[in-house]
Nanobody
Framework: QVQLVESGGGLVQPGGSLRVSCAASGIIFSIYAVGWYRQAPGKQRELVATISSSERTNYADSVKGRFTISRDNAKNTVYLQMSSLKPDDTAVYYC?????????WGQGTQVTVSS
């Protein structure tokens, strides 16, 4: 039974901060690379940040310097710390865990940036 469960989304004001989490079960978490994706209404899903099994990270240009991805293998959890949030960051945020050709998706958590 493989599960990825996102949490931590909510409503935040522009300029604020939020941390979303992705908790995994049913996999050997430490060997999986994890990516955070987001999808806004009327737009395609886009890659936001990735972290490899060796904790190498990459970020989309739109979030570089504002978002930080990290992982805690002991907790089978990956985090996305978001700061200096903008209305354009509003989206459903999804995590994806992948190892070679095997990948899993969570159900997503809503992040809304608005005054």
């Amino acid at each position: 039974q493989v599960q990825l469960v996102e949490s931590g989304g909510g409503l935040v004001q522009p300029g604020g901060s939020l941390r979303v989490s992705c908790a995994a079960s049913g996999i050997i978490f430490s060997i999986y690379a994890v990516g955070w994706y987001r999808q806004a209404p009327g737009k395609q899903r886009e890659l936001v940040a990735t972290i490899s099994s060796s904790e190498r990270t990459n970020y989309a240009d739109s979030v570089k310097g504002r978002f930080t991805i990290s992982r805690d293998n002991a907790k089978n959890t990956v985090y996305l710390q978001m700061s200096s949030l903008k209305p354009d960051d509003t989206a459903v945020y999804y995590c994806n865990a992948n190892f070679r050709a095997i990948g899993y998706w969570g159900q997503g958590t809503q992040v809304t940036v608005s005054s």
